[in-house]
């Protein structure tokens, strides 16, 4: 008997130690969010505070429900706290029954107590946004229209476009997007007539649009909300995401918002990096320059700048740029974004170095390098010094000794390698790398197209077309392979025809890109069109100064009797690139000295 009365003693201290924290949780979430204002008189009525509204009768249905909740049966736990909810009619208590049923992944229960909670307080943002967000969870998009109007409506004015921005995140895994898009834009429909909200719901419905693979609109959603306010950064950034060479009207929107005194930096440096990823290189140098000239302390600009001005072999500006950079960045808080960028601009110092032949400054460069994720494009800086100090064999065995803990370091290291091979002429030797790395996989279109390049160098044509046309099968949309084939006839002068349909085909997968412009330039100059042929070579090489079309352009020039302007372009060229090959074989067969 004894025992009996101390079990039930224990249990009811913990029943009372639970009411009591209770009791003390629901007091702490009344003092922190004060119930919304109830829609209906009758609501009004039953708003009490909560322990004091509850009866004993309801304290031990919200208690078990609780125990329920926490214990072996959650499902018999929502019920009753969404009882006790209704019965009292109290927020918190319809905001824990859904609390409850998300916690154990009951979509249509949660869905219940969210819309008893939004119908018991029509003015609750927090019971609205509880709603929406489970019906988007349920990707039930047509039933959120109503909802979404009202998140809008409920939010504060100052809040208000802040909430508009919000709409594609909330809605960005919904099945059918342009059912989606169409949704939000009618949910808009009041705040795109309003012209404080105007442009931030028109950007939400071009994104909306985006989303939905319907670009013409997503642009025209983009024009208007920028019409609204032009010097807003949300339309710009859209038109950003937007840009393409067949909708040039997206990045005159973006070009129309950098004209404003107002422009921020970040999106001209958003812009330059679109121009970059375009090969645009030097429109993308044009916004650096700017960016660099209006806000000097602008970090991340002089990096890139650097980089850029290190791949044009523009030497002294970009050692100014990196170490520009690297003052910057010692100032800025420690952090991966910060390692990361100077162990760029240290990889980037470090190959100037190499080009002036300073190798021990090169390796010192590498040696500053701390990022992890940056020590394997170190230790190849390190093995491409070996190399050119004539020690290939350690320097593979650099290359090879990295870390290998995904395909993607294999393959990583095969690249690193094979370029070893090739910067120093080795041809043969990376041909046969990559023939066993084929072996593996001989569906690999770029372990193909590398191969290929590599029979070239050997002068093994057939192989090498061989090669390419295996590439092609293997990957019917690589335009690289399209433009080295097409290539390869014109500069033997081969099969004309042919050549010129591969390259055009390669130019319609990567339209606007100066390479390809360049090879349909010598399928055109073979063909004896030397006036097409120059004009499409103006084009590719004010598009990208490069060495290669320098050499195109000054021979085309030449054969037409331009020859000043020609030794101007090929001199351009070799202040680019003095070791290109293309170059010093076009002035050695002509018999040019500059």
């Given at each position: 008997?004894?025992?009996?009365?101390?079990?039930?003693?224990?249990?009811?201290?913990?029943?009372?130690?639970?009411?009591?924290?209770f009791v003390c949780s629901?007091?702490?979430?009344?003092?922190?969010?004060?119930?919304?204002?109830?829609?209906?008189?009758?609501?009004?009525?039953?708003?009490?505070?909560?322990?004091?509204?509850?009866?004993?009768?309801?304290?031990?249905?919200?208690?078990?429900?609780?125990?329920?909740?926490?214990?072996?049966?959650?499902?018999?736990?929502?019920?009753?706290?969404?009882?006790?909810?209704?019965?009292?009619?109290?927020?918190?208590?319809?905001?824990?029954?859904?609390?409850?049923?998300?916690?154990?992944?009951?979509?249509?229960?949660?869905?219940?107590?969210?819309?008893?909670?939004?119908?018991?307080?029509?003015?609750?943002?927090?019971?609205?946004?509880?709603?929406?967000?489970?019906?988007?969870?349920?990707?039930?998009?047509?039933?959120?229209?109503?909802?979404?109007?009202?998140?809008?409506?409920?939010?504060?004015?100052?809040?208000?476009?802040?909430?508009?921005?919000?709409?594609?995140?909330?809605?960005?895994?919904?099945?059918?997007?342009?059912?989606?898009?169409?949704?939000?834009?009618?949910?808009?429909?009041?705040?795109?007539?309003?012209?404080?909200?105007?442009?931030?719901?028109?950007?939400?419905?071009?994104?909306?649009?985006?989303?939905?693979?319907?670009?013409?609109?997503?642009?025209?959603?983009?024009?208007?909300?920028?019409?609204?306010?032009?010097?807003?950064?949300?339309?710009?950034?859209?038109?950003?995401?937007?840009?393409?060479?067949?909708?040039?009207?997206?990045?005159?929107?973006?070009?129309?918002?950098?004209?404003?005194?107002?422009?921020?930096?970040?999106?001209?440096?958003?812009?330059?990096?679109?121009?970059?990823?375009?090969?645009r290189y030097p429109d993308?140098?044009?916004?650096?320059?700017?960016?660099?000239?209006?806000?000097?302390?602008?970090?991340?600009?002089?990096?890139?700048?650097?980089?850029?001005?290190?791949?044009?072999?523009?030497?002294?500006?970009?050692?100014?740029?990196?170490?520009?950079?690297?003052?910057?960045?010692?100032?800025?808080?420690?952090?991966?974004?910060?390692?990361?960028?100077?162990?760029?601009?240290?990889?980037?110092?470090?190959?100037?170095?190499?080009?002036?032949?300073?190798?021990?400054?090169?390796?010192?460069?590498?040696?500053?390098?701390?990022?992890?994720?940056?020590?394997?494009?170190?230790?190849?800086?390190?093995?491409?010094?070996?190399?050119?100090?004539?020690?290939?064999?350690?320097?593979?065995?650099?290359?090879?000794?990295?870390?290998?803990?995904?395909?993607?370091?294999?393959?990583?290291?095969?690249?690193?390698?094979?370029?070893?091979?090739?910067?120093?002429?080795?041809?043969?030797?990376?041909?046969?790398?990559?023939?066993?790395?084929?072996?593996?996989?001989?569906?690999?279109?770029?372990?193909?197209?590398?191969?290929?390049?590599?029979?070239?160098?050997?002068?093994?044509?057939?192989?090498?077309?061989?090669?390419?046309?295996?590439?092609?099968?293997?990957?019917?949309?690589?335009?690289?392979?399209?433009?080295?084939?097409?290539?390869?006839?014109?500069?033997?002068?081969?099969?004309?025809?042919?050549?010129?349909?591969?390259?055009?085909?390669?130019?319609?997968?990567?339209?606007?890109?100066?390479?390809?412009?360049?090879?349909?330039?010598?399928?055109?100059?073979?063909?004896?069109?030397?006036?097409?042929?120059?004009?499409?070579?103006?084009?590719a090489y004010k598009a990208?100064?490069?060495?290669?079309?320098?050499?195109?352009?000054?021979?085309?020039?030449?054969?037409?009797?331009?020859?000043?302007?020609?030794?101007?372009?090929?001199?351009?060229?070799?202040?680019?690139?003095?070791?290109?090959?293309?170059?010093?074989?076009?002035?050695?067969?002509?018999?040019?000295?500059?």
């Amino acid at each position: 008997m004894m025992a009996e009365m101390t079990s039930m003693l224990r249990f009811s201290l913990r029943l009372a130690a639970l009411a009591a924290a209770f009791v003390c949780s629901v007091q702490l979430a009344l003092a922190q969010s004060p119930p919304t204002a109830p829609a209906s008189a009758a609501a009004t009525d039953s708003a009490k505070p909560l322990v004091s509204a509850l009866t004993a009768e309801l304290f031990y249905e919200v208690l078990l429900g609780e125990l329920n909740a926490r214990g072996a049966d959650p499902g018999a736990g929502f019920s009753m706290v969404l009882d006790a909810a209704r019965r009292t009619n109290d927020p918190a208590l319809y905001q824990r029954a859904v609390e409850i049923a998300l916690q154990n992944r009951a979509g249509e229960p949660a869905l219940q107590a969210a819309k008893a909670w939004r119908q018991a307080y029509r003015g609750s943002r927090d019971a609205n946004r509880y709603l929406l967000q489970i019906l988007l969870a349920l990707n039930r998009i047509a039933e959120t229209a109503d909802v979404l109007k009202a998140e809008i409506n409920l939010a504060a004015p100052s809040e208000r476009n802040a909430a508009i921005s919000a709409v594609p995140r909330m809605y960005a895994r919904a099945s059918d997007k342009k059912l989606a898009a169409t949704l939000v834009q009618q949910a808009l429909a009041n705040a795109l007539a309003r012209p404080e909200t105007a442009a931030s719901a028109w950007t939400a419905v071009g994104r909306m649009r985006l989303a939905a693979s319907e670009a013409p609109a997503a642009i025209d959603a983009a024009r208007r909300a920028q019409a609204a306010a032009p010097a807003s950064e949300g339309p710009a950034l859209l038109a950003l995401e937007l840009m393409a060479p067949s909708q040039p009207e997206a990045e005159a929107l973006v070009r129309r918002y950098l004209e404003s005194p107002m422009a921020l930096p970040e999106t001209r440096m958003a812009y330059a990096r679109a121009l970059l990823q375009a090969q645009r290189y030097p429109d993308a140098s044009q916004q650096l320059k700017t960016i660099t000239e209006q806000r000097a302390d602008f970090a991340e600009a002089w990096l890139v700048q650097g980089v850029l001005q290190t791949q044009d072999n523009q030497l002294a500006a970009a050692d100014t740029s990196l170490k520009r950079y690297l003052d910057l960045a010692a100032a800025q808080p420690a952090g991966d974004d910060r390692s990361s960028g100077q162990s760029q601009a240290y990889l980037a110092l470090a190959q100037i170095a190499e080009k002036r032949k300073d190798l021990p400054l090169a390796t010192a460069w590498l040696d500053k390098i701390e990022n992890a994720r940056d020590l394997v494009t170190a230790q190849t800086r390190r093995a491409s010094i070996l190399a050119q100090q004539g020690r290939m064999d350690e320097a593979r065995r650099l290359v090879r000794q990295l870390p290998e803990r995904t395909p993607e370091d294999a393959r990583m290291k095969l690249t690193a390698e094979v370029q070893l091979l090739r910067d120093n002429k080795q041809y043969r030797a990376a041909y046969d790398l990559l023939d066993q790395a084929i072996e593996k996989a001989p569906q690999d279109a770029e372990l193909l197209y590398d191969q290929a390049m590599m029979a070239e160098k050997l002068n093994e044509l057939p192989a090498m077309e061989r090669l390419l046309r295996r590439a092609i099968a293997a990957k019917p949309d690589f335009h690289h392979a399209y433009n080295a084939l097409g290539y390869s006839l014109a500069d033997r002068n081969q099969r004309l025809a042919e050549a010129r349909q591969l390259v055009q085909k390669a130019l319609e997968l990567a339209p606007g890109d100066p390479f390809i412009t360049d090879s349909l330039a010598w399928v055109e100059f073979r063909a004896g069109n030397r006036a097409e042929a120059l004009r499409l070579l103006e084009q590719a090489y004010k598009a990208r100064p490069d060495a290669e079309i320098a050499a195109h352009l000054g021979e085309v020039l030449w054969s037409l009797g331009q020859r000043e302007r020609a030794t101007a372009i090929w001199r351009e060229g070799l202040l680019l690139n003095r070791d290109n090959e293309t170059l010093q074989e076009t002035l050695k067969r002509l018999q040019v000295k500059l």
